[in-house]
């Protein structure tokens, strides 16, 4: 969507986002490094473990999406089960921009729409800043993306802190000798993995007569039809909460 020439080729943009996900246990942080070609995402989860009786440990575990922009690919860690390296094209997403601003730490940001594998976000970006970021697997809008959400309250990625710096260092790609498959590819694992899961707890609970059509998924991105009625089941439940 956009010529990268435009963008900043001398600095390096860095931005921390919180990163809220209603089904994510513990506290998440999105650590972004971005020059002119590429974007390195740095997911940071921390956690409380309990490892011995009266033991709690806390635990940080790291997961990284890298994009190539000259590219347009970007590969990432999918630790969903089955957990795999995984690539795909850049170019995911189509945007509608409402002509609506807002200001966000003292950037005017212009408000986008788009649907994208089951979940309907907005997000909010600035072209005031010679860079295009954007968290997570968000492309396609010429700037730096400072907040993403859904009207549901399901997600919220929202901008902590931003520095640009002139001091330039080669953006190392964590994954580049990591074995990866197409996200095509990975689906039908994933899809394949799901489908055995149903089918083994059916089994087993046969004779007591429970059978499942699905099975609770944590996704951010529904991909398969489970995933989008396990979304839905949770609104049922917590409407049934809150009654």
């Known amino acids: 969507m956009c010529d990268h020439g435009m963008y900043a080729q001398n600095e390096q943009l860095f931005v921390e986002y919180d990163f809220y996900f209603y089904q994510h246990t513990g506290e998440f942080t999105i650590e972004s490094v971005s020059d002119a070609n590429t974007n390195l995402q740095t997911i940071v989860r921390n956690y409380n473990l309990q490892t011995a009786p009266g033991v709690v440990e806390n635990i940080t575990e790291k997961s990284f999406i890298y994009k190539d922009y000259p590219n347009n690919s970007m590969i990432y860690q999918e630790n969903n089960h089955p957990?795999?390296?995984?690539?795909?094209?850049?170019?995911?997403?189509?945007?509608?921009?409402?002509?609506?601003?807002?200001?966000?730490?003292?950037?005017?940001?212009?408000?986008?729409?788009?649907?994208?594998?089951?979940?309907?976000?907005?997000?909010?970006?600035?072209?005031?800043?010679p860079f295009k970021v954007a968290p997570w697997k968000f492309y396609g809008l010429p700037g730096v993306v400072l907040k993403v959400y859904t009207n549901d309250g399901k997600v919220n990625i929202s901008v902590k802190?931003?520095?640009?710096?002139?001091?330039?260092?080669?953006?190392?790609?964590?994954?580049?000798?990591?074995?990866?498959?197409?996200?095509?590819?990975?689906?039908?694992?994933?899809?394949?993995?799901?489908?055995?899961?149903?089918?083994?707890?059916?089994?087993?609970?046969?004779?007591?007569?429970?059978?499942?059509?699905?099975?609770?998924?944590?996704?951010?991105?529904l991909i398969t039809e489970i995933d989008i009625q396990s979304n839905q089941l949770y609104d049922v439940n917590m409407k049934t909460i809150k009654q």
């Open 83 to 129: 957990k795999a390296i995984v690539h795909e094209n850049l170019n995911l997403m189509e945007w509608k921009l409402t002509g609506e601003i807002l200001t966000i730490m003292g950037y005017e940001c212009s408000k986008a729409k788009t649907t994208f594998r089951g979940r309907d976000y907005i997000v909010y970006f600035t072209t005031a800043l």
């Open 161 to 221: 802190s931003l520095k640009i710096d002139k001091d330039l260092k080669t953006i190392q790609n964590p994954l580049k000798d990591k074995k990866s498959i197409p996200f095509e590819k990975y689906l039908e694992i994933y899809t394949l993995d799901q489908n055995k899961t149903v089918s083994a707890y059916n089994a087993a609970n046969a004779r007591g007569g429970v059978q499942l059509g699905f099975i609770m998924t944590n996704r951010l991105d």
